[in-house]
């Protein structure tokens, strides 16, 4: 250290500075002297580095770092939907008035672990102005439906330079995004119904399984095919997936004879049950999915819910509802001798909520050949990439 002529002391370029608070400093105080201490020494390193400039780099890093943002605190995510958020926090309200950028970073959660960012020091992801909060978050990522994220918020002020200074990042939250809504199924009706086709008619509704299957419908369920819940194939966001019970049949028939089709990948027994018994006026028909499997063959899948019914009150607030008598899908025309119609185009798979008794069909071996397992449709995974049965807010 040396002194002037004059006595005041001469600080080098390089010196470190450090700021010493009063012994009744708080927390909050001792932090922040903490990280000015840090700040001085690195403004110090690059002072060294910079000597014929050192003294005014110091001092414009002093007045910018002198005043640290507060860290964001108290996440909060709310009205999540399967394509947008809306995320508020709170932090200082000193700071409040001061920021001009929020930094989010977002990411699938992985397993069990907790969420880890690739760089944690400078925004990942979205860069977005400041302003009230909460702030929705809709189209800013490419969201998957019932999916599990983590995020994370920095706030920022811009700096006439175009740098930015920062707060640290808050801590990780993680939430999960929802089922498709209505609107939602409502496009993917839409595509669906541009692919049904023509109608054709059919009379009964099948459902092929293996031996062991009805043997056990017949030894531990009384002889009543019993609801189960839906699996986990088709579009991620079905409403129903999981979550609604029913009893899978088919209703296709082959275009040459008009019945159902001589083979199946389920099983070589099949139970057939007259149209007329499930699919009448005291039933609702619903649009529940439209997928495809990376084949040319595209699948629609529809709930019939006697009305009233456990499964109808879970379907009348989730997925649009059909007219019996006027859809491209499945229909029922009635008069002494009801005709019944199916989409000839796609191939449909139809769930019905109630149990199914053996004794009100028939059930007999099919004459086909065996088919193989995969081209069965259970928990098969939808096609991202068709254009014919995508909606662009996710699978």
């Known amino acids: 250290m040396k002194v002037s002529k004059r006595g005041q002391t001469r600080i080098p370029s390089h010196s470190v500075f450090i700021l010493v608070l009063g012994s009744g400093s708080s927390e909050r105080e001792e932090r922040r002297r903490r990280r000015i201490k840090a700040t001085f020494i690195h403004s110090a390193s690059v002072c060294q580095r910079f000597p014929s400039s050192s003294q005014r780099l110091l001092n414009t890093e002093v007045m910018a770092e002198a005043d640290l943002l507060s860290t964001p605190h108290d996440i909060e995510i709310s009205e999540v939907s399967c394509d947008s958020f809306r995320i508020t926090w709170e932090t200082a309200a000193e700071d409040t008035s001061r ?3 929020y930094f989010i970073d977002l990411s699938r959660k992985e397993g069990s672990e907790p969420n880890r960012f690739k760089h944690r020091d400078v925004p990942t992801k ?14 800013h990522w490419f969201l998957s439906p019932r999916t599990e994220y983590c995020v994370a918020v920095q706030t920022a ?13 808050s801590q990780v939250v993680e939430f999960c995004t ?3 809504a209505m609107d939602h ?54 409403p129903i997936n999981g979550k609604l019970r029913g ?44 997928y495809c499997m990376y084949t040319a063959y595209h699948y629609v899948v529809l ?28 229909t029922y025309t009635a008069g002494d ?9 796609v191939i449909l798979e139809v769930l019905f909520t109630e149990p199914l008794l053996l004794e009100n069909g028939i059930l007999a071996q099919i004459s086909g050949r065996p088919q193989l397992m995969s081209l069965s449709t259970a928990n098969a995974k939808k096609d991202p990439s068709c254009k014919v049965c995508n909606i662009s807010v996710g699978r």
Request: aromatic share 12%.
């Open 99 to 101: 920021l001009t950028h």
């Open 126 to 139: 979205l860069v977005a102005k400041a302003g009230p909060l909460p702030m929705s978050v809709r189209g």
């Open 157 to 169: 002020i811009r700096q006439p330079d175009g740098d930015y200074q920062v707060s640290e990042w």
């Open 178 to 180: 929802g089922d498709y």
């Open 185 to 238: 199924l409502q496009q993917l009706l839409d595509k669906a119904q541009a692919a049904a086709g023509r109608p054709l008619r059919f009379s009964v509704f099948y459902r092929n399984q293996s031996p062991e299957y009805f043997q056990y419908v017949r030894s531990e369920c009384g002889g009543a095919m019993l609801p189960s819940f839906k699996d986990n194939s088709g579009s991620h966001g079905s």
């Open 247 to 290: 009893v899978f049949l088919s209703c296709n028939t082959e275009f040459d004879t008009g019945l159902p089709p001589k083979d199946s990948p389920y099983g070589p027994l099949r139970f057939q049950i007259s149209a007329e018994r499930l699919l009448n006026p005291s039933t609702n028909l619903y649009f529940a999915d439209f």
């Open 303 to 330: 709930v019939l819910a006697p009305a009233g019914s456990e499964g109808d009150d879970f379907c009348k607030t989730r997925l649009p509802q059909l007219d019996l008598t006027a859809n491209p899908f499945l």
């Open 337 to 345: 001798v009801p005709v019944f119609s199916h989409a000839s185009d």
